[in-house]
């Protein structure tokens, strides 16, 4: 297999329901930032990426024939160049304060806290990470504290963290050809990732997954353990 879409989407843009509908669609899996919860090998090649040492795509993405959400879509110029041929999914919300509502909410609370936790913390990780190695854990918090300070300036920042996502929206803009982009927002639906993939649209709904609410139930669970 070899990539057919490269998400360059940050995350809270809809990216679980298109990791849903791109594996409807194209009848193969979808990377996404659960892959590597429950690939928790994993976070060790994305943790060492994100320092610089780039995994073999090919090898690493055998299996999949898209990618969307973080880690996949940190890395969006080095896939977008390994894989010239590959649809660049861009996915956003209908506005910046939307975005970060939804941001605010949801990851940025797990992620302060894992922020000003020390390296073992493992309690800031998800359930599912109870079968990881300590290597593993303490990869996955790594990846994550290099993911989110990379990108943003001050979590706690409003203004900062909002210039953060329309500073990406407009450098994938102005890098990505016009013929290879596909700018997408939840409410759009089948039609437009059909269109751009020259496919037929299902007979039925657009998966709607990862609301507001789901991911504070397990952000919640998390901090009960």
């Known amino acids: 297999m070899t990539l057919r879409v490269v998400g360059a989407g940050f995350p809270r843009t809809g990216t679980t329901s298109l990791k849903r509908a791109l594996e409807r669609l194209l009848g ?12 928790p090998a994993d976070a060790v090649i994305w943790r060492d990426a994100c320092a610089g040492a780039m995994p073999d795509w090919d090898r690493f993405f055998a299996d999949y ?3 969307v959400d973080w880690p996949v ?6 896939l977008t ?7 660049v999914l861009l996915s956003r919300r209908e506005s910046a304060e939307r975005w970060y509502q939804s941001m605010d ?9 894992l922020a000003s936790a020390d390296g073992d913390a493992t ?26 300070g990379g990108v943003f300036d001050d979590l706690d920042d409003r203004d900062k963290v909002i210039a953060a996502y329309d500073r990406h929206l407009a450098e994938v803009r102005a890098t990505v050809p016009a013929h ?11 039609e437009p990732l059909c269109a751009a993939l020259d496919l037929p649209i299902p007979d039925e709904p657009f998966p709607h997954e990862n609301t507001t609410a789901q991911v504070q139930a397990r952000i919640s669970g998390i901090d009960s353990r």
Do not use: K
């Open 180 to 190: 290879r982009l596909l700018e997408w927002q939840p409410a759009d639906g089948w």
């Open 123 to 148: 309690g800031n990780l998800p359930p599912i990470l109870a079968t990881a190695t300590p290597e593993q854990a303490r990869a996955m918090q790594e990846m994550i504290r290099a993911l989110f």
């Open 73 to 78: 879509s940190w890395f969006w110029r080095d």
């Open 28 to 39: 193969a899996p979808c990377y996404h930032m659960e892959e590597v919860f429950g690939r």
């Open 105 to 113: 909410r949801t990851l940025l609370q797990g992620v302060r806290r």
């Open 65 to 67: 024939e898209a990618g």
């Open 81 to 87: 160049a390994a894989y010239p041929e590959a649809l």
